[in-house]
């Protein structure tokens, strides 16, 4: 195992006098005789970009699932800014401050790029049911305040010129873009991103950081992110921890991660440096 104690929270110092925004506390999950995730214990400040790597079949997906209620524990405790979300379901713990993107991009995509960002505000909806199918004023005031939040979130990436486009038309890379922003319309606390550079070239993949960069010091939220890059795992992530056949076997900074010997043999199987 690592040198580091794999229970001791990595904390950027910005944040070590705020309640985490998320604790995750001996947290495991069974399916039927398998353990897919045993014993994970994570901690991550209000304003931290973090990292989850390990190899294909880590778990770390199936972490993202526990997190968002996809899959509900078999033990542990997850605590999103201080509060047991055991009793939530993945509407709820949205609600509370967790929003995700996936490997496999979910847009709808023979929507606009707008109504894909509208319906990510659905959280910030006032309007009930009757002002809808009436139409009474109080539901186009709120539909005006939408689409002008909607296309506040398309401007920071630059994307409000595509607001009328089909999200299906856009090049692989605006898709992740708009996921993204779609996702941060729900209003987070913390950011799931789950494999976010997947099919991107080096320039997007330093664009993606810029923007992760950007997220965080626009929105005051954390993000934790999944990915198989490890240049952007590397040159964005404050503390990353690694997963193995659904335990971690590591945990720090990039510089202590990269020299790891359990991570080195973790992906080669033999001492070396981890690509990066």
Known sequence: MSGRDLRTPIIPERDKDKTPVLECVG???DFGGLTAVDDFNMTIGRTEIAG?????????????????????????????????????NT???????????FQNI?????????DNVLIGLHNEMKYDLLSAVTRLPWYWKEEKIARRRALELLSIFCMED?????AGSLPYGAQRRLEIVRALATN??????????AG???????????????IRD?????????????????????????LNYGKIIAKGDPNEVRNDPVVIEAYLGKKGDIPC
Request: glycine share 8%; with cysteine.
């Open 27 to 29: 947290l495991g999950i």
């Open 52 to 88: 989850l790597i390990g190899p294909n079949g880590a778990g770390k997906t199936t972490v993202f699932n526990l997190l968002t209620k996809v899959y509900k524990p078999t033990r542990g405790e997850i605590l999103l800014e201080g509060k047991n979300t055991a009793n939530m």
């Open 91 to 101: 509407i709820q713990v949205n609600k509370a401050g967790i929003a995700r993107t």
């Open 106 to 114: 979910r847009l709808f995509k023979e929507l606009t790029v707008l």
């Open 162 to 166: 595509l607001a009328e486009q089909k």
């Open 188 to 197: 987070p606390s913390l950011l799931l991103l789950d494999e976010p550079a």
């Open 200 to 214: 991107m070239n080096p320039s997007e993949t330093g664009e993606l950081m810029e923007n992760i960069r950007k």
């Open 218 to 242: 626009t929105f005051k939220i954390a993000v934790l992110l999944i990915e198989h890059d490890m240049s952007l795992v590397m040159g964005i992530c404050e503390g990353i921890v690694v």
